[in-house]
């Protein structure tokens, strides 16, 4: 036999295991690395039944005493409830909250100095709402037989702005309560919203219409026919919103015209805009807040899910028509963002270990918009 060949049976015969003194190792099954979980969801898609829109609806809250005038505050919604004098928190841990205190027939809301301001409809006036709930006087008007009293107010950074509904004006108002300076003519103002250049957007009801106020108090229709109009806003784009109680619908102003953007609401009495952008409604007679996602929105938190050991959440967002620029996901240390949605709507976090139910604030920024949520788990 050649030497080659012998080797090659010495090895085969030593593999073989026969007669050896030293077994095989074991054949057991193969060691694999653990495959990581999927991404648990910890929202919910919360559709807007009965409302028609080329824009995607999200509800925000349901269950309301009669939503009215609503304020986005610093990443939170605060919703007066017309009927029960209240006002609603949204946005924090835990869904809606109520803040101490209580404004009869509560119309609009501002924040001015870092004080919370409210038009108080039953008594035709302006309070402030202390943060332990004390309501003070700040402005008293002038109540007209018949006329229901003062509606939105809003702020220019430095001064309220109140539409004196029953008596046709628009009011420049110090935090002191001082009238610094009125514009009149208008058959029923509900609504102010103030802009860049110093100008002041005025919803006047009973006229369906929406005007500008300029500086010097000259006077422009951007847009007639709306019905009704209670409330208007501006987006930082340009666009501009208003609603219609008598229509139960949002508009979009463009061009001198008014388009339907959101149309079937009940009665829709209160309009917001967050900080992506998008224009957030009250629908009173349903109970609920809407959004209109015109950029983009995260979805607001759903039951909190349990996760295994290094589990994600998924975070997912929901885009307007198109909107396609990319989206950044942020937390705090120690929680951890482990994808980005990018230009897509789907992220993953991974929250600290959690042993009983724990939130974890998520936000996702896109240029100068943004959305947030508190997202709720276990595990």
């Keep these: 036999m050649r030497p080659l060949l012998l080797a090659l049976t010495v090895l085969l015969a030593a593999c073989s295991g026969g007669g050896g003194a030293h077994p095989s190792a074991s054949a057991g099954p193969p060691v694999s690395s653990p495959i990581p979980a999927a991404c648990a969801p910890g929202q919910t898609s919360a559709p807007a039944p009965g409302l028609a829109s080329p824009l995607p609806l999200v509800t925000l809250a349901s269950g309301l005493d009669q939503p009215d005038d609503l304020l986005w505050d610093g990443g939170q919604l605060l919703v007066g409830e017309y009927r029960d004098g209240r006002i609603a928190v949204l946005g924090d841990r835990g869904g809606l909250r109520l803040l101490p205190g209580q404004v009869p ?43 229901e009293g003062v509606d939105g107010i809003a702020s220019d950074g430095s001064r309220l702005l109140v539409p004196d509904s029953a008596r046709g004006r628009l009011l420049f108002v110090a935090p002191d309560g001082r009238v610094e300076r009125a514009v009149g003519g208008f058959l029923r103002p509900t609504g102010a919203w103030p802009m860049p250049d110093g100008s002041v957007l005025v919803a006047d009801e009973n006229a369906g219409r929406v005007e500008r106020v300029a500086p010097d108090g000259g006077r422009s229709v951007l847009a007639s026919g709306i019905g009704l109009v209670d409330d208007v806003v501006a987006a930082p784009g340009g666009a501009v919103y208003a609603i219609g109680i ?38 009173l007679q349903q109970g609920r807040v809407v959004a209109a996602v015109a950029a983009f929105l995260l979805l607001p938190a759903g039951p909190p899910p349990r996760l295994q050991p290094g589990q994600p959440l998924c975070v997912d967002l929901v885009r307007g028509p198109g909107f396609t620029d990319p989206v950044t996901l942020q937390v705090g240390s120690p929680d951890r963002v482990l994808t ?30 943004r959305s947030s949520v508190w997202l709720p788990y276990s595990g």
Excluded: K
């Design 105 to 147: 027939e509560v119309e609009g809301l501002a924040r001015l100095g870092g004080e919370l301001y409210a038009a108080d409809q039953l008594h035709d006036r302006v309070v402030r709402v202390a943060a332990d709930g004390t309501v003070s006087p700040v402005l008293q008007l002038q109540p007209v037989p018949g006329a």
């Design 340 to 369: 980005q949605p990018g230009t897509g709507s789907r992220g993953e976090v991974l929250p600290r270990p959690c042993p009983g139910t724990c939130w974890v604030q998520v936000g996702a920024v896109s240029g100068g918009r």
């Design 246 to 283: 008598s229509r139960g619908v949002l508009v979009r102003i463009s061009g001198g015209a008014a388009q339907d953007l959101v149309s079937g609401f009940r009665e829709p009495q209160g309009l917001a805009l967050d900080d992506a952008g998008n224009p957030i409604v009250s629908d």
